[in-house]
T-cell receptor
Framework: DTGVSQDPRHKITKRGQNVTFRCDPI?????LYWYRQTLGQGPEFLTY????????KSRLLSDRFSAERPKGSFSTLEIQRTEQGDSAMYLC????????????FGPGTRLTVT | RKEVEQDPGPFNVPEGATVAFNCTYS??????FFWYRQDCRKEPKLLMS???SGNEDGRFTAQLNRASQYISLLIRDSKLSDSATYLC????????????FGKGTLLTVNP
């Protein structure tokens, strides 16, 4: 399967704990994006990378959130001191460097903070 | 005004029906437009891009009206497998690569 992959698929954590999610984009895609989706809403943009450079961050990305893409391949999204409001589906997407703006999504990581 | 607004739905239609989804966007400088579908508890999947001239892919037709900042999706001869949430998506273009999604409209096609 050459699509976007994410790990883990589900994560249950207690409030105050730190969590880290991983995304592996489609191999030839230079751009990688993180979105968050809550029930009944469309995905909301969090941040994106072009190769290893983080080029844009949403104001939704509080200082408890950090994302990295150290070698321009996979990316991690870490949430520190989780809160119940962080419960959501975290989606990763990728797109090629050139051409159109379509993005291809991974299956997501569903986070539940208890 | 929200950046992307869609019909709230839900839509319940019988098999074979024609159903239309409407969407408006607020940023007149937006360059790229898409419809994604999302099955329950799954990721969004690109259904089709939307071009100014309108485009068709089998039973699906998408239209864009830049003057009215309006996007539509028409599904003809709907199938049970069309049941999903349909997301209207806009991109500002240029060096801005983020996608802005509507809330989505849930479609249920009934036998």
């Amino acid at each position: 399967d050459t699509g976007v992959s994410q790990d883990p698929r589900h994560k249950i954590t207690k409030r105050g704990q730190n969590v880290t999610f991983r995304c592996d984009p489609i191999s030839e895609h230079n751009r990688l994006y993180w979105y968050r989706q809550t029930l009944g809403q469309g995905p909301e943009f969090l941040t994106y990378f072009q190769n290893e450079a983080q080029l844009e961050k949403s104001r939704l990305l509080s200082d408890r959130f950090s994302a990295e893409r150290p070698k321009g391949s996979f990316s991690t999204l870490e949430i520190q001191r989780t809160e119940q409001g962080d419960s959501a589906m975290y989606l990763c997407a990728s797109s090629p460097l050139a051409g159109a703006y379509e993005q291809y999504f991974g299956p997501g990581t569903r986070l539940t903070v208890t | 005004r929200k950046e992307v607004e869609q019909d709230p739905g839900p839509f319940n239609v019988p098999e074979g029906a024609t159903v239309a989804f409407n969407c408006t966007y607020s940023n007149s400088a937006s360059q790229s437009f898409f419809w994604y579908r999302q099955d329950c508890r799954k990721e969004p999947k690109l259904l089709m891009s939307v071009y100014s001239s309108g485009n068709e892919d089998g039973r699906f037709t998408a239209q864009l009206n830049r003057a009215s900042q309006y996007i539509s999706l028409l599904i003809r001869d709907s199938k049970l497998s069309d049941s999903a949430t349909y997301l209207c998506v806009v991109n500002a273009g240029g060096s801005n690569y983020k996608l802005t999604f509507g809330k989505g409209t849930l479609l249920t096609v009934n036998p």
